[in-house]
């Protein structure tokens, strides 16, 4: 791996992902197996002219022991010192997440129910309320590991990862700035059109798959990038591929199945199925890794509701790599998806509202977010009209609307 | 699938670690500060608090990779700042266990940047905080090395991974049978050495060697001691493991003459050769080396206390550090290795009452090494006769 390609790849995180502004503190989260990416983030960071760069290292293995000794009532504390730099990090700080899971299956042994609880759910909350305030510039980038790689292709070719890497985020373009902004600008005009046309539903049919999502009128589309409160434009996603909205939370009905396999809290998720009743799951079942998910719809009263629906079409960079990445950064932009738990996102005002008033509006609030994957050529995706018209928007992975 | 791998001598050793070195007590935080190169051994320290009933185990991991590009690229006003929440999670540590890892994978990181921003680059608030916790005795701590490929390197030349282990082995008694029994018995004698250096009282001691003669105050309230501490509220542990030494802290008024380094001083960033101080009413005012002067000035001008003595310190040719002839280029190894003099900040330990005005105050403390088979050590008794305390490295009382 050349050390060159690491730097363009940092630069574009920086500068596109984040847009780290002279001044900022940047905060980075990373595993201690993503320290090359870590400390070409801190070169680039500080290139970009920021006051500090705080890089903070998770440790799966301390996690690991951590899950398996503390007691309950420690699973999901948060200690003042996360709190406290969560609260630095919400005033007007830029944000780094780094994914990218070395060791997969390394907590699936555990109870998966402890594994669910085992956040510092204070400390979520306030980074959530930040990102959803829009008080943080943030992006979350991937950094191949050798055990992704093992995962997707059955050995380790940390290089071959690498590549699929660098395609999906275009770092393979001549000039990958001038490439991202062409590619946020038609992912923004899809917004455009699909907020002018004011579906009231998405529809989702195929095999396994029979579901209605209710949409809100307030509810925009998003893609190609956000701006926070103060006007500092960011990607959050890097790839992204997506448009989505944050749903109704009342109006989501039917069957569906999931297409790709889900990696969720250290163990994957396989042909996972859903049934929901007036907007709440009532039924989960999977071939593999079904505790998981239920452990997770349990963390709080809203996970169980849906908080986004995403559209991709077949140019997505992520979906021709034909690959699995076994990470919702990546999968997620492969085909088209939906969330359970928090949604809101594009939404004004919502920080002069209570919880109580802003999911009586129809927006979910959790600290739960999961995507799994809906989308793929034998899905038809459709939009439904206030007066009950249906209009095509996916056919065989091909985007319809024009 | 799952379950990690174990490495057992790397089990034992965080064993160790934690029972007898921090002796995590049960039902407290432990707070962990490694570098990233040193995860397999943080994650074992993780296991083993936890084994120890730990409530909750903290890991920060630091990188001096980051380090290195905020001394090189970031503004000025980043070099001293600490993060509020680092300092919420220091205040934190009072009345928990703290254990810190040493064993420098890239030793030369920063040798070829602006010296002066070196020196500076260091929290200064944090070391404040961490200083007064030290004084108030609040922490059962310890540190370690572990032993990785760019420390070997330093060491031997090549990355010899599993050579240091050896030396890290022997060191800490890891070869022993029963590690914790053996490390009981040589904690025993260091304390019957400090015993003997205490019924003497001795008013200075007086060092002569090649390139040194220097005299240096004791203080009456002072105790020797071994590195068998106690938190204020009587929680026994051992600071350094390796430790060979017995030592106290000097009249930081009363220091006179000069004092030569005999071995290399590994400080963050960069491995300083010839070492050699001039010392005027116990203040450092003149730094000479062959290699890394800046360095040492850039450390001694962080705060106004700097240039005083905090410890002075006695190792025979037992050590088991002496003993493997290897240089470290850790202060952890090297300074149980032979005798050393430390400036900064002082021993509360060594004090039976309150420290007074003799006891050094400063956010730094440098262990500097001055043994060897030539140093002769003499005690100076207060109607001024010398006693002879090491010979050719052999303890004389």
């Given at each position: 791996m050349s050390n060159d390609r690491l730097d363009r790849y940092a630069e574009l995180i920086t500068r596109i992902g984040a847009n780290v502004q002279p001044g900022q503190t940047v905060y980075v989260t990373a595993l201690v197996e993503?320290?090359?990416?870590?400390?070409?983030?801190?070169?680039?960071g500080?290139?970009?002219?920021?006051?500090?760069?705080?890089?903070?290292?998770?440790?799966?293995?301390v996690r690991r022991s951590f899950i398996e000794h503390v007691g309950e009532e420690t699973l999901s504390e948060s200690p003042p010192w996360?709190?406290?730099?969560?609260?630095?990090?919400?005033?007007?700080?830029a944000l780094i997440m780094i994914s990218g899971d070395p060791e997969p299956e390394l907590l699936a042994d555990l109870d998966q129910a402890r594994v669910s609880k085992a956040r510092p759910v204070e400390a979520s909350k306030r980074q959530l309320q930040a990102q959803t305030e829009r008080t943080v510039n943030w992006t979350i980038a991937a950094y191949p590991t050798e055990g992704q790689a093992m995962q997707m292709f059955g050995e380790p070719d940390v290089e071959r990862l690498w590549d699929a890497v660098a395609s999906t985020v275009r770092l393979d373009e001549p000039d990958p700035v001038a490439s991202w902004e062409a590619h946020t600008a038609k992912l923004r005009a899809r917004c455009d059109l699909l907020d002018g046309l004011g579906f009231d539903a998405?529809?989702?049919?195929?095999?396994?798959?029979?579901?209605?999502v209710g949409l809100l009128p307030e509810a925009p589309w998003m893609g190609g990038g956000v701006s926070t409160a103060s006007g500092i434009s960011h990607v959050p996603n890097l790839p992204t591929e997506e448009v989505f909205t944050s749903p109704d939370w009342r109006r989501t009905e039917g069957t569906v199945r999931s297409t790709r396999p889900l990696h969720l809290g250290g163990t994957i998720v396989r042909g996972l199925e859903m049934r929901f009743e007036g907007g709440e799951v009532v039924e989960v079942e999977?071939?593999?890794?079904?505790?998981?998910?239920?452990?997770?719809?349990e963390v709080d009263e809203f996970a169980?509701?849906?908080?986004?629906?995403?559209?991709?079409?077949?140019?997505?960079?992520?979906g021709?790599?034909?690959l699995t990445f076994y990470d919702t950064l990546f999968d997620e932009n492969a085909t088209c998806h939906i969330a359970y738990g928090l949604g809101g996102f594009g939404i004004d005002g919502l920080d002069e509202l209570t919880p109580e008033q802003i999911r009586e509006r129809g927006i979910n609030l959790s600290v739960v977010h999961t995507d799994f994957m809906i989308g793929g050529p034998e899905v038809d995706v459709d939009g439904i009209t206030r007066d009950g018209r249906t209009v095509p928007i996916l056919r065989e992975d091909v985007w319809q609307l024009r | 699938m799952a379950a990690p791998v174990m490495d057992e001598r790397l089990e034992k050793y965080a064993r160790l670690a934690v029972e007898v070195g921090a002796n995590v007590q049960e039902g407290q935080t432990v707070f962990l500060s490694a570098m990233v190169e040193h995860a397999p051994l943080a994650r074992a320290l993780a296991r083993a608090s936890y084994g120890a009933g730990a409530r909750y185990v903290d890991v920060r991991y630091v990188d001096q990779h980051v380090r290195r590009a905020m001394i090189e690229l970031g503004p000025d006003e980043a070099l001293e700042h600490t993060p509020e929440w680092l300092k919420t999670r220091f205040r934190a540590t009072g009345g928990n266990a703290n254990i810190a890892t040493t064993g420098d994978p890239a030793p030369e990181l920063m040798a070829d940047l602006d010296g002066e921003r070196v020196g500076r680059a260091r929290m200064k608030e944090l070391a404040e905080i961490v200083r007064d916790l030290m004084t108030e005795r609040k922490i059962n701590w310890t540190g370690i090395a572990y032993p990785n490929e760019g420390w070997a390197e330093k060491v031997f030349g090549e990355p010899d991974v599993e050579r240091l282990w050896e030396a890290v082995a022997f060191c800490t008694r890891l070869d022993e049978p029963d590690p914790v029994a053996a490390w009981r018995e040589h904690m025993r004698k260091l304390e019957d050495r400090a015993a003997q250096l205490n019924e003497r009282t001795f008013d200075a001691l007086h060092y002569r060697g090649p390139g040194t003669d220097f005299t240096i105050g004791l203080l009456p309230n002072t105790r020797w001691l071994s590195a068998l501490f106690r938190t204020a509220d009587g929680r026994e542990y051992v600071p350094n493991m390796p430790t060979e030494e017995i030592f106290t802290t000097p009249d930081c008024r009363r220091a006179e003459g000069t004092i030569a380094s005999t071995r290399p001083l590994a400080l963050t960033g960069d491995v300083i050769e010839g070492l050699a101080f001039t010392v005027k009413d116990g203040k450092i005012v003149d730094v000479d080396a062959r290699h890394g002067a800046d360095l040492v000035r850039g450390e001694l001008d962080v705060d106004d206390r700097a240039r005083y003595f905090g410890e002075v310190a006695l190792v025979d040719g037992a050590s088991r550090v002496g003993q493997t002839g290897i240089t470290f280029f850790d202060t952890l190894y090297d300074e149980n290795a032979t005798s050393h003099i430390a400036y900064g900040f002082g021993i509360p330990e060594a004090f039976d009452g309150e420290p007074g005005e003799g006891m050094n105050v400063s956010t730094v403390h440098t262990d500097f090494m001055v043994g060897s088979p030539e140093l002769e050590v003499d005690g100076l008794t207060a109607d001024g006769e010398a006693v002879p305390i090491l010979r050719d490295e052999t303890w004389q009382l």
């Open positions: 993503h320290a090359p990416l870590a400390r070409a983030l801190a070169r680039a500080y290139a970009s002219g920021a006051r500090l760069v705080d890089v903070r290292y998770v440790d799966q293995h996360v709190m406290a730099r969560t609260e630095a990090l919400a005033d007007g700080g998405i529809h989702f049919s195929g095999p396994g798959t029979d579901l209605t999977a071939s593999s890794g079904a505790e998981a998910v239920r452990g997770e719809l169980k509701r849906l908080g986004e629906v995403a559209l991709v079409d077949g140019e997505s960079r992520v021709q790599t034909g | -």
